[in-house]
């Protein structure tokens, strides 16, 4: 179990104070990645991921991903609702560590995903990018560019049956051209060992995505430019990265009239 910073009962009362709760039930310990220490607490109120930033985090970016959820959560996006302190902040400190508290969402990250789930991706992808997207006058060949997830990859999706139940880790989140993540997630969700697009689940993944944001003339034209981009950053560190080329070129290959719909 990745958990690097044990929690002393004084912790647990810091923790507990700085955020309001009334009363703690439990804590128990998750595993996690080799960055962060992650509790469940379980309290008065409710449930709550508890996050220990055991390097790298600041308290600026936590702030950006704060606002963030906050404006995805107001617009029913599935994802954590972020918890601030009795003062406001997106930060608290214990153990001497940086802390963010989250509520917990239910579900589990897919070993594999079929079209169902794919379709269901799509929508909530689309949900986040239309909330973020920012809104200026962009010429016609433009590529309509937002915030971003930036690691909608499986470990931060977590599904309830066939339906998205919640979009977790927001740390990544920065500025970009639209498609290049709808790229980055038809290339991880939908990418074959060979470099190709599946046929079925990137379609359903674009169905969804179109049912909610339409995807404009410039970017299904750049689409498989990004997504030959995507997929040579996905094999650049596999031993099939002899074959890169041949690779990058079949996922470009892969994007046809058929898919895009």
Not at 23 to 47: H, M, N, P
Not at 164 to 177: M, P, Q
Not at 213 to 238: H, Q, V, Y
Request: charge should be negative; charged fraction near 20%.
């Amino acid at each position: 179990m990745a958990v690097f910073t044990e929690l002393s009962d004084e912790d647990r009362r810091t923790i507990t104070a700085a955020y309001g709760f009334t009363s703690l039930l439990s804590v128990i310990g998750i595993a996690d990645g080799d960055s962060e220490t992650t509790y469940l607490f379980r309290t008065g109120q409710g449930e709550y991921i508890v996050t220990l930033f055991e390097n790298g985090a600041q308290p600026l970016d936590l702030e950006r991903a704060f606002e963030t959820m906050e404006a995805l959560y107001r617009h029913g996006v599935p994802c954590p609702k972020p918890l601030r302190t009795i003062d406001g902040q997106a930060t608290s400190l214990a153990a001497g560590r940086l802390v963010a508290v989250v509520s917990f969402v239910p579900g589990a990250s897919p070993t594999l995903a079929g079209p169902a789930k794919c379709l269901s991706l799509g929508r909530v992808m689309a949900q986040i990018h239309t909330i973020l997207e920012r809104r200026v006058k962009c010429a016609s060949r433009d590529l309509p560019t937002g915030a971003i997830h930036g690691a909608l990859v499986q470990a931060n999706v977590f599904f309830l049956g066939e339906e998205v139940s919640g979009v977790i880790n927001f740390r990544l989140r920065h500025e970009d051209a639209l498609v290049s993540e709808l790229a980055d997630v038809l290339v991880g969700w939908a990418g074959e060992t060979n470099g190709e697009l599946n046929k079925e689940r990137a379609r359903a993944l674009l169905q969804g995505y179109q049912g909610i944001r339409c995807l404009t003339d410039a970017e299904k034209e750049a689409l498989p430019g990004f997504i030959m981009a995507s997929t040579s950053k996905r094999f650049a560190s596999r031993k099939e990265r002899a074959l890169l080329p041949e690779i990058a070129v079949l996922a470009y290959q892969s994007v046809t009239p058929d898919i895009l719909g």
